[in-house]
């Protein structure tokens, strides 16, 4: 095989009882790529089924968020559910105060992988008993924050700087609390990451705009910057922007790449909770990168592309693809619609782009070698 390039996160059949990772190359339009997908169906079954021996509070990050360690020392990454699959983004919510989703995590991670990034943690549906399964694990300050409701259902609340206090509760019913459980990534002290300012952050403030939002030229900038200036990063900023896009998510603030594999590895897709919260509305200008850029990869435009003429379209291809989670069906089906919809929406724009392109292997860059 090629010297390490690595497109995909893989797990060595070995290491996947222990949750231990193992980045590895995997080819696309080879037989790793079915053997990752095993591995990967492998390990969530054990996320989903091994009991629970500790839970702590995970730092980082503005909302609630549980470590949860496995009877066999294998660790994921709980966030809880917080509201019905149906409730949208309220009206006078930003993107920066939204709730986040746990099936949007879910979701997200078989996104990722249908549209052949896997880059995205893999991501499963379990019901907890916060009764059994927590409570009696919980510790200091996050067992302070347990109570049970008026109605009788067991709930907390965590310590964390949104959304942790007695208004805003996590509440069994009367017990039982679906989450999303993302595989645990290698510590930093194993396999330290890179922190990366997302270059088409949004302004996180109420009133001020970012400047790629002002700016129509503010591409060139970008292109001019490393690690944009060279290599494959912009094209991995554009493919985030596509899966950002078909989901709604508007919070991608930050990305993180592993340190070890330099700029020429593909950024890890995490935090996908603000997704899927708006299944009538599509936010064209989290498509900034492709429409600013007018750049992306062939390999992405020939997936956009067959589902889009089908015979199986994006919506249908994701309900199959979700049908094992234990949390099925994960997603409200008007956000089966909208995946649908604004796929055609990112064709159209792609489109744009080539129209008036003198050479349109400038925009669709070929990735087929
Ligand atoms: N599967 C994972 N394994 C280990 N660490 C993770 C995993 N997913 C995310 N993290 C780390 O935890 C941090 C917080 O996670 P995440 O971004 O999902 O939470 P958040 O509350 O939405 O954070 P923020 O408010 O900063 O957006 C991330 O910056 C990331 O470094
Ligand atoms: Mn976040």
């Known amino acids: 095989m090629k010297p390490a390039q690595p497109t995909h996160v893989s797990y060595s059949a070995e290491k996947t009882r222990q949750f231990g990772i193992v980045f590895t190359t995997a080819y696309p339009r080879t037989g790793c790529m079915a053997a990752g997908t095993i591995h990967v169906n492998t390990l969530l079954h054990y996320v989903t089924t ?30 809880p559910m917080r509201h019905p699959r149906d409730q949208q983004t309220l009206k006078n919510q930003f993107y920066f105060t939204d709730f986040e989703r746990h099936n949007a995590e879910i979701a997200a991670f078989h996104l990722d992988r249908l549209l052949g990034f896997r880059r ?8 907890v008993n916060i009764t059994k399964d927590l409570f009696p694990l919980a510790k200091g300050d996050l067992l302070k924050t347990f109570f049970f409701s008026p109605e009788k259902n067991h709930c907390f609340h965590g310590k964390c700087s949104y959304y942790c206090d007695t208004a805003h509760a996590i509440c069994g019913s009367p017990d039982m609390l679906e989450g999303s459980f993302a595989v645990f990534l290698p510590g930093d002290a194993e396999v330290p990451r ?8 949004r302004s996180y403030s109420r009133r001020r ?3 790629w939002e002002e700016d129509d030229e503010y591409c060139a900038s970008v292109k001019e910057t490393p690690p944009y200036n060279e290599g494959r990063r912009l094209l991995d900023v554009v493919d985030m922007a596509v899966l950002d896009f078909l989901m709604g998510n508007m919070d991608r603030h930050h990305y993180e790449t592993i340190e070890m594999f330099g700029n020429n590895s ?7 909770g603000r997704g899927f919260g708006q299944a009538f509305l599509d936010e064209a200008s989290i498509l900034a990168p492709l429409y600013q850029c007018c750049v992306m990869r062939h390999s992405t435009l020939a997936t956009l592309l ?29 956000h089966l619609h909208a995946l649908d919809r604004r796929l055609n929406t990112v064709l159209h724009v792609t489109r744009r782009c080539l129209h008036p392109a003198k050479d349109p292997n400038k925009v669709i860059i070929d990735d087929f070698h």
């Open 306 to 334: 067959r589902f889009h003429t089908g015979p199986e379209r994006l919506s249908a291809a994701m309900v199959a693809s979700m049908a094992r989670d234990p949390l099925r069906p994960v997603l409200w089906p008007p």
């Open 209 to 211: 705009k970012a400047e």
């Open 194 to 201: 890179v922190h990366w300012r997302h270059p088409w952050r």
């Open 50 to 79: 091994l009991p629970i021996a500790h839970i702590s509070q995970k730092e980082g990050g503005t909302q609630i968020k549980l470590t949860i360690e496995f009877s066999d020392g294998g660790r994921a990454l709980f966030k």
């Open 120 to 127: 995205a943690v893999p991501t499963v549906g379990r019901t």
């Open 266 to 272: 593909a950024p890890l897709h995490l935090d996908h």
